[in-house]
Protein backbone atom coordinates (compact mmCIF):
# COMPACT_ATOMS: atom_id res chain seq x y z
CA UNK A 1 0.00 0.00 0.00
CA UNK A 2 1.37 3.86 -0.94
CA UNK A 3 0.88 5.76 1.51
CA UNK A 4 -0.39 9.15 0.90
CA UNK A 5 1.49 12.56 1.74
CA UNK A 6 -0.53 15.24 3.89
CA UNK A 7 0.00 18.58 4.71
CA UNK A 8 0.26 18.73 8.41
CA UNK A 9 -2.36 20.93 10.40
CA UNK A 10 -0.12 21.34 13.38
CA UNK A 11 3.12 24.00 13.93
CA UNK A 12 5.03 21.67 15.21
CA UNK A 13 7.04 24.02 16.32
CA UNK A 14 4.89 25.65 18.93
CA UNK A 15 3.72 22.20 20.22
CA UNK A 16 7.24 21.31 20.61
CA UNK A 17 8.45 24.27 22.54
CA UNK A 18 6.08 23.84 25.94
CA UNK A 19 8.23 22.46 28.60
CA UNK A 20 8.23 22.26 32.50
CA UNK A 21 10.56 24.14 33.94
CA UNK A 22 13.75 22.54 35.82
CA UNK A 23 13.07 21.10 39.27
CA UNK A 24 14.76 22.63 42.04
CA UNK A 25 16.70 20.08 44.18
CA UNK A 26 17.16 22.54 47.30
CA UNK A 27 15.05 25.66 48.26
CA UNK A 28 17.77 26.69 51.20
CA UNK A 29 17.54 30.50 50.91
CA UNK A 30 15.09 30.62 47.35
CA UNK A 31 13.06 33.93 47.02
CA UNK A 32 9.81 32.28 46.54
CA UNK A 33 7.31 33.93 44.23
CA UNK A 34 3.32 33.50 43.88
CA UNK A 35 1.29 33.70 41.13
CA UNK A 36 -2.58 34.43 41.98
CA UNK A 37 -4.60 34.18 39.00
CA UNK A 38 -7.20 35.96 41.09
CA UNK A 39 -9.71 33.04 41.02
CA UNK A 40 -11.34 32.27 44.02
CA UNK A 41 -9.14 30.11 46.35
CA UNK A 42 -5.58 30.48 44.11
CA UNK A 43 -4.89 32.91 46.68
CA UNK A 44 -5.04 30.18 49.76
CA UNK A 45 -3.82 27.08 47.57
CA UNK A 46 -0.51 29.40 47.32
CA UNK A 47 -0.45 30.35 50.60
CA UNK A 48 -0.26 26.76 51.77
CA UNK A 49 1.89 25.73 49.29
CA UNK A 50 4.24 28.68 50.30
CA UNK A 51 3.70 27.46 54.34
CA UNK A 52 5.07 24.02 53.01
CA UNK A 53 8.18 25.19 50.66
CA UNK A 54 9.17 27.60 53.75
CA UNK A 55 9.97 24.42 55.66
CA UNK A 56 12.20 23.33 52.92
CA UNK A 57 13.93 26.91 53.19
CA UNK A 58 12.01 28.84 50.94
CA UNK A 59 12.03 32.66 51.63
CA UNK A 60 8.56 34.78 51.65
CA UNK A 61 8.83 36.61 48.27
CA UNK A 62 6.55 38.77 46.55
CA UNK A 63 2.85 37.74 45.69
CA UNK A 64 1.52 38.93 42.93
CA UNK A 65 -2.27 39.20 42.09
CA UNK A 66 -3.53 39.37 38.07
CA UNK A 67 -6.14 41.81 37.42
CA UNK A 68 -8.06 39.73 35.14
CA UNK A 69 -7.75 35.80 35.49
CA UNK A 70 -8.25 34.77 31.84
CA UNK A 71 -5.68 37.00 30.70
CA UNK A 72 -1.93 36.02 30.40
CA UNK A 73 0.18 37.50 33.01
CA UNK A 74 1.28 40.84 31.86
CA UNK A 75 4.98 41.59 30.89
CA UNK A 76 5.36 43.75 34.25
CA UNK A 77 3.97 40.87 36.11
CA UNK A 78 6.50 38.39 34.80
CA UNK A 79 9.60 40.81 35.06
CA UNK A 80 8.60 41.95 38.30
CA UNK A 81 8.88 38.14 39.35
CA UNK A 82 12.42 37.76 37.90
CA UNK A 83 13.27 40.61 39.29
CA UNK A 84 12.52 39.69 43.24
CA UNK A 85 12.27 35.94 43.00
CA UNK A 86 14.69 32.39 42.46
CA UNK A 87 11.51 30.46 41.71
CA UNK A 88 7.68 30.74 41.22
CA UNK A 89 4.71 28.87 41.71
CA UNK A 90 1.55 30.04 39.74
CA UNK A 91 -2.06 28.45 41.27
CA UNK A 92 -5.21 28.69 39.14
CA UNK A 93 -8.12 28.42 41.24
CA UNK A 94 -11.79 27.76 40.80
CA UNK B 1 -11.53 -5.61 -7.54
CA UNK B 2 -8.27 -5.02 -8.68
CA UNK B 3 -5.45 -5.39 -5.96
CA UNK B 4 -5.10 -1.20 -7.25
CA UNK B 5 -7.99 -0.56 -5.96
CA UNK B 6 -7.52 -2.64 -3.03
CA UNK B 7 -4.83 -0.51 -2.14
CA UNK B 8 -6.18 2.65 -3.22
CA UNK B 9 -8.76 2.03 -0.57
CA UNK B 10 -6.38 0.94 2.04
CA UNK B 11 -4.45 4.38 1.69
CA UNK B 12 -7.40 6.25 1.73
CA UNK B 13 -8.51 4.55 5.14
CA UNK B 14 -5.25 4.53 6.52
CA UNK B 15 -4.70 8.15 6.00
CA UNK B 16 -8.30 9.13 7.50
CA UNK B 17 -7.01 6.84 10.46
CA UNK B 18 -3.71 8.66 10.59
CA UNK B 19 -5.46 11.91 11.30
CA UNK B 20 -7.51 10.39 14.52
CA UNK B 21 -4.15 8.90 15.59
CA UNK B 22 -2.39 12.15 15.60
CA UNK B 23 -4.70 14.26 17.60
CA UNK B 24 -6.13 16.00 14.23
CA UNK B 25 -9.64 15.39 13.98
CA UNK B 26 -12.48 16.08 16.60
CA UNK B 27 -13.72 13.01 16.35
CA UNK B 28 -15.34 12.54 13.08
CA UNK B 29 -13.68 11.34 9.90
CA UNK B 30 -11.86 13.89 8.16
CA UNK B 31 -11.12 14.34 4.65
CA UNK B 32 -7.44 13.56 4.33
CA UNK B 33 -5.56 17.21 3.99
CA UNK B 34 -3.71 16.00 0.59
CA UNK B 35 -1.51 18.62 -0.86
CA UNK B 36 -3.62 18.88 -3.53
CA UNK B 37 -6.50 19.52 -1.81
CA UNK B 38 -5.18 22.25 0.27
CA UNK B 39 -3.55 24.15 -2.52
CA UNK B 40 -7.16 24.67 -4.20
CA UNK B 41 -8.27 26.13 -1.20
CA UNK B 42 -5.22 28.85 -1.09
CA UNK B 43 -5.43 29.25 -4.69
CA UNK B 44 -9.00 30.18 -3.57
CA UNK B 45 -8.15 32.32 -1.25
CA UNK B 46 -5.87 34.33 -3.29
CA UNK B 47 -3.17 34.85 -0.75
CA UNK B 48 0.34 32.83 -0.24
CA UNK B 49 0.34 29.62 1.08
CA UNK B 50 3.08 30.84 3.48
CA UNK B 51 0.99 33.84 4.85
CA UNK B 52 0.51 34.53 8.28
CA UNK B 53 -2.86 35.24 9.55
CA UNK B 54 -1.51 35.40 12.95
CA UNK B 55 -0.26 33.27 16.56
CA UNK B 56 -3.08 30.86 18.30
CA UNK B 57 -2.55 30.74 21.84
CA UNK B 58 -1.99 28.76 24.15
CA UNK B 59 0.32 27.24 22.40
CA UNK B 60 1.12 29.77 19.14
CA UNK B 61 1.62 27.76 16.51
CA UNK B 62 1.39 29.75 13.40
CA UNK B 63 -1.23 29.83 11.63
CA UNK B 64 -0.15 30.38 7.83
CA UNK B 65 -2.92 30.24 4.85
CA UNK B 66 -1.58 27.04 4.37
CA UNK B 67 -2.07 25.56 7.60
CA UNK B 68 -5.43 26.69 7.94
CA UNK B 69 -6.58 25.92 4.78
CA UNK B 70 -5.33 22.00 6.08
CA UNK B 71 -7.76 22.38 8.58
CA UNK B 72 -10.53 23.28 6.42
CA UNK B 73 -10.04 20.30 4.10
CA UNK B 74 -10.08 18.33 7.28
CA UNK B 75 -13.21 19.90 8.16
CA UNK B 76 -14.91 19.35 4.87
CA UNK B 77 -14.82 22.52 3.65
CA UNK B 78 -15.27 23.86 -0.65
CA UNK B 79 -12.21 25.68 -1.04
CA UNK B 80 -14.51 28.78 -1.33
CA UNK B 81 -14.70 29.10 2.34
CA UNK B 82 -11.52 29.73 3.20
CA UNK B 83 -11.48 33.61 3.24
CA UNK B 84 -14.24 33.06 5.43
CA UNK B 85 -12.56 30.87 7.40
CA UNK B 86 -9.55 32.99 7.86
CA UNK B 87 -12.05 36.06 8.35
CA UNK B 88 -13.54 34.17 11.68
CA UNK B 89 -9.60 33.16 12.62
CA UNK B 90 -8.33 36.92 12.22
CA UNK B 91 -11.73 38.09 14.33
CA UNK B 92 -10.52 35.21 17.09
CA UNK B 93 -7.28 37.05 17.46
CA UNK B 94 -8.77 40.63 18.20
CA UNK B 95 -7.74 40.97 21.67
CA UNK B 96 -11.26 41.97 22.92
CA UNK B 97 -12.31 38.14 22.42
CA UNK B 98 -10.12 36.88 25.21
CA UNK B 99 -8.95 33.73 22.89
CA UNK B 100 -6.31 32.31 25.36
CA UNK B 101 -8.47 32.02 28.34
CA UNK B 102 -11.04 30.68 26.51
CA UNK B 103 -9.20 28.35 24.95
CA UNK B 104 -7.80 26.89 28.61
CA UNK B 105 -11.35 27.51 30.32
CA UNK B 106 -13.02 24.80 32.60
CA UNK B 107 -16.40 26.63 31.36
CA UNK B 108 -18.59 25.16 28.38
CA UNK B 109 -17.46 28.32 26.16
CA UNK B 110 -16.43 28.09 22.32
CA UNK B 111 -16.43 30.74 19.53
CA UNK B 112 -19.68 31.44 18.27
CA UNK B 113 -19.20 32.34 14.73
CA UNK B 114 -22.06 34.75 12.70
CA UNK B 115 -21.98 35.75 9.02
CA UNK B 116 -23.64 39.21 7.66
CA UNK B 117 -23.72 40.40 4.38
CA UNK B 118 -23.09 39.19 0.69
CA UNK B 119 -20.95 36.51 1.92
CA UNK B 120 -24.13 34.65 3.19
CA UNK B 121 -25.56 34.32 -0.24
CA UNK B 122 -22.28 33.80 -1.73
CA UNK B 123 -21.48 30.63 0.59
CA UNK B 124 -24.88 29.55 0.99
CA UNK B 125 -24.74 29.76 4.94
CA UNK B 126 -27.73 28.92 6.33
CA UNK B 127 -29.54 32.15 8.39
CA UNK B 128 -33.22 30.51 8.41
CA UNK B 129 -34.80 27.21 9.40
CA UNK B 130 -32.74 25.07 12.02
CA UNK B 131 -29.24 27.46 11.31
CA UNK B 132 -27.79 26.16 14.08
CA UNK B 133 -28.25 22.47 13.69
CA UNK B 134 -27.53 20.09 11.02
CA UNK B 135 -27.85 20.04 7.26
CA UNK B 136 -26.18 22.93 5.92
CA UNK B 137 -22.67 22.55 5.05
CA UNK B 138 -21.54 25.98 4.74
CA UNK B 139 -22.67 26.56 8.68
CA UNK B 140 -21.20 22.66 9.57
CA UNK B 141 -17.86 22.66 7.90
CA UNK B 142 -17.24 26.81 8.06
CA UNK B 143 -17.52 26.36 12.21
CA UNK B 144 -15.87 22.95 11.83
CA UNK B 145 -12.45 24.46 10.39
CA UNK B 146 -12.65 27.24 12.99
CA UNK B 147 -12.82 24.74 15.95
CA UNK B 148 -10.15 22.50 13.92
CA UNK B 149 -7.68 25.15 13.63
CA UNK B 150 -8.08 26.43 17.39
CA UNK B 151 -6.98 22.83 18.29
CA UNK B 152 -4.68 22.13 15.74
CA UNK B 153 -2.93 25.27 16.16
CA UNK B 154 -3.29 26.50 19.19
CA UNK B 155 -3.08 23.37 20.69
CA UNK B 156 -5.99 22.99 22.99
CA UNK B 157 -6.79 19.47 23.24
CA UNK B 158 -9.44 18.03 25.24
CA UNK B 159 -7.89 17.09 28.56
CA UNK B 160 -4.63 18.64 28.19
CA UNK B 161 -4.62 22.73 27.50
CA UNK B 162 -8.57 22.48 27.12
CA UNK B 163 -9.74 22.13 30.42
CA UNK B 164 -13.59 22.59 29.58
CA UNK B 165 -15.50 20.36 32.43
CA UNK B 166 -17.89 19.78 29.69
CA UNK B 167 -17.62 21.71 26.58
CA UNK B 168 -20.85 21.71 24.38
CA UNK B 169 -22.19 20.51 20.86
CA UNK B 170 -21.33 23.89 19.46
CA UNK B 171 -18.00 22.80 19.88
CA UNK B 172 -17.63 20.81 16.66
CA UNK B 173 -19.12 23.84 14.33
CA UNK B 174 -20.97 27.14 15.84
CA UNK B 175 -21.65 29.02 13.02
CA UNK B 176 -24.91 30.40 11.08
CA UNK B 177 -25.89 33.69 9.08
CA UNK B 178 -28.13 36.77 10.10
CA UNK B 179 -31.53 36.31 8.44
CA UNK B 180 -30.82 39.86 7.19
CA UNK B 181 -33.86 39.25 4.09
CA UNK B 182 -36.40 38.82 6.75
CA UNK B 183 -35.55 40.44 9.50
CA UNK B 184 -37.38 43.60 10.42
CA UNK B 185 -33.97 45.61 11.27
CA UNK B 186 -30.67 46.85 8.98
CA UNK B 187 -28.09 43.94 9.51
CA UNK B 188 -26.14 43.48 12.43
CA UNK B 189 -23.15 44.99 10.80
CA UNK B 190 -24.54 48.03 10.01
CA UNK B 191 -24.16 48.86 13.19
CA UNK B 192 -20.81 48.02 14.05
CA UNK B 193 -19.63 50.65 11.82
CA UNK B 194 -19.86 48.77 8.71
CA UNK B 195 -22.03 48.83 5.74
CA UNK B 196 -24.99 46.33 4.98
CA UNK B 197 -22.99 46.14 1.51
CA UNK B 198 -19.78 44.48 3.88
CA UNK B 199 -19.39 40.91 4.21
CA UNK B 200 -18.79 40.45 7.44
CA UNK B 201 -17.81 38.27 10.42
CA UNK B 202 -18.69 38.26 14.08
CA UNK B 203 -17.46 35.41 17.00
CA UNK B 204 -17.83 35.61 20.34
CA UNK B 205 -16.98 33.14 22.67
CA UNK B 206 -20.25 31.50 23.93
CA UNK B 207 -22.50 28.95 25.75
CA UNK B 208 -24.66 27.18 23.85
CA UNK B 209 -27.93 28.61 22.62
CA UNK B 210 -31.01 28.55 25.17
CA UNK B 211 -34.26 28.37 23.54
CA UNK B 212 -37.15 31.43 24.59
CA UNK B 213 -40.80 30.26 24.07
CA UNK B 214 -43.35 32.58 23.63
CA UNK B 215 -46.04 31.73 21.81
CA UNK B 216 -48.30 33.93 23.71
CA UNK B 217 -47.41 37.46 23.91
CA UNK B 218 -48.23 40.15 20.84
CA UNK B 219 -46.47 43.06 22.34
CA UNK B 220 -42.67 43.92 23.01
CA UNK B 221 -43.05 44.44 26.61
CA UNK B 222 -43.95 40.76 27.15
CA UNK B 223 -42.13 39.42 24.71
CA UNK B 224 -38.97 40.49 25.53
CA UNK B 225 -39.85 39.92 29.41
CA UNK B 226 -39.67 36.72 28.31
CA UNK B 227 -36.19 36.90 26.52
CA UNK B 228 -35.01 38.75 29.94
CA UNK B 229 -35.67 36.32 32.64
CA UNK B 230 -33.97 33.69 30.09
CA UNK B 231 -31.03 35.92 30.06
CA UNK B 232 -30.66 36.70 34.01
CA UNK B 233 -29.77 33.15 35.39
CA UNK B 234 -27.76 32.71 38.44
CA UNK B 235 -25.80 30.35 36.95
CA UNK B 236 -24.48 32.16 33.79
CA UNK B 237 -21.32 34.03 33.53
CA UNK B 238 -22.62 37.45 32.51
CA UNK B 239 -24.31 37.75 35.77
CA UNK B 240 -20.67 38.16 37.19
CA UNK B 241 -18.20 39.22 34.65
CA UNK B 242 -21.03 41.40 32.78
CA UNK B 243 -19.40 40.62 29.58
CA UNK B 244 -21.10 41.17 26.21
CA UNK B 245 -24.27 38.67 25.97
CA UNK B 246 -25.95 37.54 22.51
CA UNK B 247 -29.70 37.25 21.96
CA UNK B 248 -31.05 36.02 18.38
CA UNK B 249 -34.51 37.19 17.52
CA UNK B 250 -36.96 34.68 15.82
CA UNK B 251 -38.30 36.44 13.09
CA UNK B 252 -41.85 35.84 14.01
CA UNK B 253 -40.54 37.49 17.62
CA UNK B 254 -38.41 40.31 15.69
CA UNK B 255 -41.59 41.51 13.65
CA UNK B 256 -43.60 41.45 16.98
CA UNK B 257 -40.94 44.05 18.22
CA UNK B 258 -40.69 45.97 14.86
CA UNK B 259 -44.42 46.39 14.46
CA UNK B 260 -44.38 48.51 17.51
CA UNK B 261 -41.72 50.94 15.83
CA UNK B 262 -39.15 49.79 18.43
CA UNK B 263 -35.38 49.43 16.59
CA UNK B 264 -32.40 47.14 17.64
CA UNK B 265 -31.63 49.86 20.36
CA UNK B 266 -35.24 49.75 22.19
CA UNK B 267 -34.63 46.03 22.15
CA UNK B 268 -30.92 46.35 24.05
CA UNK B 269 -32.42 49.20 26.38
CA UNK B 270 -35.18 47.36 26.98
CA UNK B 271 -33.55 44.10 27.90
CA UNK B 272 -30.69 46.08 29.75
CA UNK B 273 -33.26 47.06 32.29
CA UNK B 274 -34.99 43.98 32.55
CA UNK B 275 -32.28 41.33 32.11
CA UNK B 276 -31.09 42.06 36.34
CA UNK B 277 -30.78 39.53 39.48
CA UNK B 278 -30.54 41.54 42.77
CA UNK B 279 -27.03 41.49 44.93
CA UNK B 280 -28.59 39.19 47.62
CA UNK B 281 -29.24 36.56 44.99
CA UNK B 282 -25.87 36.73 43.00
CA UNK B 283 -24.76 36.31 46.32
CA UNK B 284 -24.92 32.71 46.42
CA UNK B 285 -23.74 31.60 43.11
CA UNK B 286 -20.74 32.80 40.82
CA UNK B 287 -17.20 32.99 40.97
CA UNK B 288 -17.14 34.44 44.35
CA UNK B 289 -19.76 33.87 46.28
CA UNK B 290 -20.58 36.11 49.12
CA UNK B 291 -17.71 38.24 48.22
CA UNK B 292 -19.62 40.20 45.65
CA UNK B 293 -17.24 43.22 45.83
CA UNK B 294 -14.63 40.67 43.19
CA UNK B 295 -17.30 40.74 40.73
CA UNK B 296 -16.89 42.90 37.11
CA UNK B 297 -20.29 44.32 37.46
CA UNK B 298 -20.57 47.97 36.19
CA UNK B 299 -19.21 50.51 38.27
CA UNK B 300 -22.21 51.96 39.73
CA UNK B 301 -23.94 49.08 41.06
CA UNK B 302 -24.33 49.31 44.81
CA UNK B 303 -22.51 46.04 45.79
CA UNK B 304 -23.85 46.70 49.59
CA UNK B 305 -27.31 46.85 48.65
CA UNK B 306 -28.86 43.26 48.45
CA UNK B 307 -31.79 44.92 46.46
CA UNK B 308 -29.72 46.61 44.07
CA UNK B 309 -30.42 45.29 40.47
CA UNK B 310 -27.22 43.68 38.47
CA UNK B 311 -27.73 43.46 34.57
CA UNK B 312 -26.44 40.66 32.31
CA UNK B 313 -23.91 43.17 30.32
CA UNK B 314 -22.86 46.91 31.36
CA UNK B 315 -24.33 48.68 28.97
CA UNK B 316 -27.41 48.15 26.45
CA UNK B 317 -24.74 48.29 23.75
CA UNK B 318 -23.21 45.12 24.97
CA UNK B 319 -26.24 42.74 24.10
CA UNK B 320 -25.80 41.95 20.80
CA UNK B 321 -29.37 41.36 18.74
CA UNK B 322 -29.18 39.36 15.57
CA UNK B 323 -32.30 38.11 14.00
CA UNK B 324 -32.30 34.75 12.27
CA UNK B 325 -34.52 31.22 12.28
CA UNK B 326 -37.40 30.59 10.32
CA UNK B 327 -40.86 30.22 11.28
CA UNK B 328 -42.02 30.07 14.82
CA UNK B 329 -42.20 31.92 17.84
CA UNK B 330 -39.03 31.43 19.39
CA UNK B 331 -35.78 33.34 20.13
CA UNK B 332 -32.12 32.28 21.64
CA UNK B 333 -30.63 33.75 24.54
CA UNK B 334 -26.75 32.78 24.18
CA UNK B 335 -24.50 34.25 27.53
CA UNK B 336 -20.82 34.68 27.00
CA UNK B 337 -18.23 33.21 28.73
CA UNK B 338 -16.64 36.79 30.01
CA UNK B 339 -15.21 38.58 26.85
CA UNK B 340 -16.61 41.06 24.02
CA UNK B 341 -17.53 40.25 20.55
CA UNK B 342 -15.74 41.41 17.56
CA UNK B 343 -16.48 42.15 13.99
CA UNK B 344 -14.95 42.67 10.81
CA UNK B 345 -15.24 42.98 7.15
CA UNK B 346 -13.65 40.67 4.81
CA UNK B 347 -13.21 40.17 1.44
CA UNK B 348 -15.14 37.25 0.19
CA UNK B 349 -13.55 36.85 -2.33
CA UNK B 350 -10.12 36.29 -0.40
CA UNK B 351 -7.13 38.02 -0.21
CA UNK B 352 -6.89 40.60 2.25
Same mark, same amino acid.
Given at each position: ???????????????????????? @??????????????????????????????????????????????? $??????????????????????? | ?????????????????????????????????????????????????????????????????? +?????????????? #?? $???????????????????????????????????????????????????????????????????????????????????????????????? @?????????????????????????????? $???? @???????????????????????????????? #?????????????????????????????????????????????????????????? +????????????? $?????????????????????????????????????
Amino acid at each position: MDRLTLVSPVDVRAADAVSLAARR @NDLSGCRLGLLDNRKGNANVLLELVAAELAKQGAAAGVMLEKRIFSR $PATAQNLADLAASSDAVVTAVGD | MSIAEVSRADAVLDSIERCHREGWSDGLPVIPPLPELVERHVDASRRGAQDVVGEIPPAWGVATVE +RIAANAVMAGCLPE #YL $PAVIAAVEALLDDRVGLHGVQCTTHVATPLVVYNGPVRRLLDINGGHNCLGQGHRANATIGRAVRLVLTNLGGARPGGMDKATFGHPGKFSYCFAE @NEEESPFPPYHAGEGLTAEDSAVTVFAAEA $PHNV @NNHGSSDPWSLLDTVADSMATLGNNNMYLASD #YVVVLGIEHARIVADHGWERRHVQQYLHERARLPVRRLRIGGMYGEDVGRNFWARWVR +RDDPDALVPVARA $PDDIKVFVAGGAGRHSLVIPGWGTRTSTRSFDPQGAR
